[in-house]
């Protein structure tokens, strides 16, 4: 089956350590991208990257970090840096050529910090 | 003024009733416009998607664009319990790659 995996379904980790959320997805998307959804709120762009090796910073991208070494593969590394951490991770790709943007979106992580 | 605007809602309807989901987005180009359902506590699911002015089924869903009075919206007809979730609205602004999410409307469709 086609589709997007983000691993954990639920972490927890005390403060100050860095804490890297896996996605992955089969759909041969070339685009994929990080949110951050937090209660009652909606989704806010953390980082995108449009192809291998390559990544552009979203709207809240201070405190993570990302690698795009295959095209399969986008994770995310929350940093000690982030003060807010806290939150519902989701993970989405789109293709680039023959489609107009759709974005799809894997299971999410959700995130607590103590 | 925000890029893409929802009321938060909740909009309560009963079973069987049409839900009129509405969204007004600012940038006047954008091209690409799509509807996500999102069930508490899950990740957002594509529902709908529409590029060109008018209305646009699917089953018991229409999407409807307005680019001259840049509104989107969405019609859930014989609304059913399992509807009941936060119904987000997404524009694609043009020259980006990016989407830019509306904070979601709350539906609840009492039985």
């Known amino acids: 089956d086609g589709g997007i995996t983000q691993s954990p379904k639920y972490l927890f980790r005390k403060e100050g350590q860095n804490v890297t959320l896996s996605c992955e997805q089969n759909l041969n998307h070339d685009a994929m991208y990080w949110y951050r959804q937090d209660p009652g709120q909606g989704l806010r762009l953390i980082y995108y990257s449009q192809i291998v090796n390559d990544f552009q910073k979203g709207d809240i991208a201070e405190g993570y970090s990302v690698s795009r070494e295959k095209k399969e593969s986008f994770p995310l590394t929350v940093t000690s840096a982030q003060k807010n951490p806290t939150a519902f991770y989701l993970c989405a790709s789109s293709a680039r050529d023959g489609t107009r943007g759709e974005q799809y979106f894997g299971p999410g992580t959700r995130l607590t910090v103590t | ?111």
Request: glycine share 8%.
């Open chain 2, 1 to 111: 003024q925000k890029e893409v605007e929802q009321n938060s809602g909740p909009l309560s309807v009963p079973e069987g009733a049409i839900a009129s989901l509405n969204c007004t987005y600012s940038d006047r180009v954008s091209q690409s416009f799509f509807w996500y359902r999102q069930y508490s506590g899950k990740s957002p699911e594509l529902i709908m998607s529409i590029y060109s002015n008018g209305d646009k089924e699917d089953g018991r869903f229409t999407a409807q664009l307005n680019k001259a009075s840049q509104y989107v919206s969405l019609l859930i007809r014989d609304s059913q319990p399992s509807d009941s979730a936060t119904y987000l609205c997404a524009v694609i602004p043009t020259g980006f790659q990016k989407l830019v999410f509306g904070t979601g409307t709350r539906l609840l469709v009492s039985p």
